[in-house]
């Protein structure tokens, strides 16, 4: 714990020393450098340092390098104010580049495909904003998580390869996005083009080359699970690209909201049922699938205060409960980041708190990627001024969480006061007054290994062990890569060292023989 927190307390002074060395060396002379908005992040956002120091192993000279290089781009690009309407439509409908389903360890995919792709002078600009925007739109959506890349190269040939365009995918990881790449999987890759991947290799660097994943459409499944690859890969997905609208929204509204609970008692479970065939009933005819209620906060507050007290304490019993929060500008949401499910019984409830930080009624719902795992009570609703809501997630059934799984928290201001309907509320509010948080799934240990302290030990120290390999090891690969470099270096110099050594002798063989010719008698 003491070695924990000395790493914590070295990792902090590490970022001070960072943002400190950035203002005096890179600010002073060139405030018009970058985006105000860029340089106001990285005088604020520590999570964003870090990646930046992690990414080239926290030595803060190849991360200062880093983080002036990716501003500049940014600020070249226009990245913070790329937004849909700024790219030309046709890039969209051709669904060469798209954020669709997860790997097996939970991280989104990020497709390619590059049979789509045809080279073109006049239009590279914008496929690298192109890039440019699907990256800076997962980067708000979902802060601090990384994606896996995947290049589907069947059916493509060396018409479809441009490296320039490729050496900037690669930089977009390398350097404009630290952290951000779980793996590069390069799915059939033909032998043709082994040549120009030998010199994709020489750009990537050592933190990434040792993420390349190069497989075939019958081993990809050791990393993409059926469910999310396309039938040409053997898998299951009948997702079909189309435009609009845009496809990375994997969020659905739970089939029985506000339905029963695993494990309530049997009151709560008649009441659950009857609200579930509500639900779907209603389900044809509204996409938020519940009856429209009505909600009249100044008589249904005081009369249904005292329930709600009771029915609360009923449905958090056994449920786990928030330890971190995030503060958002309507609602402050605890956890901040994950859910946390495991096998056991007691394992099957997690707890959203949501606080009102507002003057006004707030509206909330919560989605989530798989509908048909997870029951949520209440899933729309409102929370009063300064009031706070418990939110009890539970696993339906059998179902078992995973790290794929994710829930989006929506929350609107509601300025006018009185009765109103939920469901006309969020078909009417603007999209630019919704708050929006995601929240990721963690996948608990089993009970026994949890319990058992003799197992426990030696996987914590298996993991950090496996960490501490894996930092080695890139350390490694990056001395192992100066190396190389200073050996061609001394290898050219030897070369031109041999030229002018040849060059001396020849001039030497030149001067004996006229001196050998000054001498004789004429």
Partial sequence: MAELEQREGEQEKKIEETRQRFKNEFLQDSIDKYDSRDVAKIEKDDALVEGYLTWRLNVVDDALKMIDESLQWRKEFGVNDITESTIPKWMFETGAVYLHGYDKEGNKLFWFRVKLHVKDAKTIMDKKKYVAFWLERYAKKEPGMPL???????????????????????????????????????????????????????????????????TTRTDVQTFIGPEYLPPHMGGTD????????????????????????????????????????????????????VKPKKVNFLDDS???????????????????????????????????????????????????????????????????????????????????????????????????????????????????????????????????????????????????STVNPLRDSPVETGSNGQQEFNTALMRVMACNSRLEQKLNTCLWVQKVLVVLVLVLVMLNLLCLYRLGTAQRPS
């Fill in 302 to 448: 005081l009369r249904a205060e005292d329930n709600d007290k009771g029915d609360s304490c009923a449905r958090t019993k056994g449920a786990r409960k928030p330890l971190t929060t995030f503060k958002g500008p309507l609602l402050d949401v605890s956890p901040a980041e994950e859910l946390s499910f495991g096998s056991g019984e007691t394992e099957k409830k997690s707890l959203i708190i949501l606080s009102n930080v507002t003057k006004n009624q707030v509206a909330f719902k919560v989605r989530t990627t798989a509908p048909e795992k997870y029951r949520v009570k209440p899933s729309s609703s409102c929370c009063e001024p300064g009031a706070s809501v418990d939110i009890v997630v539970s696993l339906h059934g059998g179902s078992q969480a995973s790290p794929q799984d994710r829930f989006l928290v929506m929350a609107a201001e509601m300025d006018n006061a009185g009765s109103q309907e939920l469901a006309q509320f969020w078909k009417e509010v603007p999209k630019t007054k919704i708050m929006e948080h995601r929240l990721r799934c963690h996948v608990l240990e089993s009970v026994k």
């Fill in 148 to 214: 896996t890349v995947v290049f589907d190269l069947s059916e493509s040939g060396l018409s479809n390869i441009d490296m320039d365009f490729v050496k900037y995918i690669i930089n977009c990881f390398k350097i404009y996005y630290p952290k951000f790449l779980s793996k590069m999987i390069i799915v059939d890759m033909p032998w043709i083009m082994n040549a120009a991947w030998k010199i994709v290799k020489s750009w990537l660097g050592p933190e990434a080359i040792s993420k390349l994943r190069f």
């Fill in 238 to 289: 009948s997702f079909k690209y189309s435009y609009p609208p845009l496809p990375d929204d994997d969020f659905q509204t739970p089939i029985c909201e506000n339905g029963p609970i695993a494990s309530e008692d049997d009151t709560e479970s008649k009441e659950g049922e009857m609200e579930g065939k509500d639900a779907l009933e209603s389900s044809f005819n509204s996409e938020v699938a």
